[in-house]
C-alpha cells in the first residue's frame, strides 16, 4: 500500500448505527486531518492531529469522535448520525515542520457515507 | 476568517486549447500560501500548484501556470493544451503561513469538462 488509504470506501448505515472510518498514511507523515465534502459545499476540515495530538476541531459535533492511536493511523467513529450527514469524508497527511514551510498534504479516496 | 470563491461551478473547453479557472480570496494576512487541487472522477485529490503569497512570480508546472493578483486576492489557474485526462474538479485552497496553523480553506470547486 501506498499514500493514503481509507477504508470502507462505500458506506451506509442508519441513524441508530456505530461504525468507524479508518485512515492510514504510508508516508512517514506526522500530521492527519478528517474533511468532509457534501455537494456543492466547500471542503469542511473537521479535525487536525500533529503528532497525534489533536490541535484543531472545527466545532464538529459530538457524534463525530476522531481517534488518533499513532501517526500512521486515524479513525473517525459515527454514532446517531443524521442524514444530513451522508457525505463524501477525506482523509489527509502531511510532514508539518514546526516553523517550516508549509507541506502538501496528501489525500485518500474518501470514504462515501450514507445515512439512512 | 478567510473565505475563497470559485465563481465558476463549471466550465468546459475543447481539447488542445487553453481554459482559465477563477479564484478570489479574502484575507487580512499578508503571508500565506495558495493552492490548486485537482479530483478527478476517481476522487483521489491531488496537488496541482502552489504559489507563496511573498513570490511575486507566477509558479507553474508544465501545462499549469496561475496568475496571482495579490493587491486584487486573485489567484486563477490557466490550464494550457487541455487534455482529456484534465476533466475533474478542480479545487482553489488558501493556507495561513502562520506558525502552528495547518488549516486549508477551500472553495467550492469548479467541475472542469474536456470536449473531444
Not at chain 1, 18 to 43: D, F, I, R, T, V
Not at chain 1, 87 to 97: D, G, N, R, W
Not at chain 2, 70 to 96: E, T
Request: aromatic share 12%; hydrophobic share 30%.
Amino acid at each position: 500500500e501506498t499514500g493514503v488509504t481509507q477504508t470502507p470506501r462505500h458506506l451506509v448505515m442508519g441513524m441508530t448505527n456505530k461504525k468507524s472510518l479508518k485512515c492510514e498514511q504510508h508516508l512517514g507523515h506526522n500530521a492527519m486531518y478528517w474533511y468532509k465534502q457534501s455537494a456543492k459545499k466547500p471542503l469542511e476540515l473537521m479535525f487536525v492531529y500533529n503528532f497525534k495530538e489533536q490541535t484543531e476541531n472545527n466545532s464538529v459535533p459530538s457524534r463525530f469522535s476522531p481517534e488518533c492511536p499513532n501517526s500512521s493511523h486515524l479513525f473517525l467513529h459515527l454514532h446517531t448520525l443524521q442524514p444530513e450527514d451522508s457525505a463524501l469524508y477525506l482523509c489527509a497527511s502531511s510532514q508539518e515542520i514546526a516553523g517550516g514551510p508549509w507541506n502538501e498534504q496528501f489525500f485518500g479516496p474518501g470514504t462515501r457515507l450514507t445515512v439512512l | 476568517a478567510q473565505t475563497v470563491t470559485q465563481s465558476q461551478p463549471e466550465m468546459s473547453v475543447q481539447e488542445a486549447e487553453t481554459v482559465t479557472l477563477s479564484c478570489t480570496y479574502d484575507t487580512s494576512e499578508s503571508d500565506y500560501y495558495l493552492f490548486w487541487y485537482k479530483q478527478p472522477p476517481s476522487r483521489q485529490m491531488i496537488l496541482v500548484i502552489r504559489q507563496e503569497a511573498y513570490k511575486q512570480q507566477n509558479a507553474t508546472e508544465n501545462r499549469f501556470s496561475v496568475n496571482f493578483q495579490k493587491a486584487a486576492k486573485s489567484f486563477s489557474l490557466k490550464i494550457s493544451d487541455s487534455q482529456l485526462g484534465d476533466a475533474a474538479m478542480y479545487f482553489c485552497a488558501y493556507r495561513s503561513a502562520s506558525s502552528g496553523s495547518e488549516k486549508l480553506v477551500f472553495g467550492k470547486g469548479t467541475k472542469l469538462t474536456v470536449n473531444p
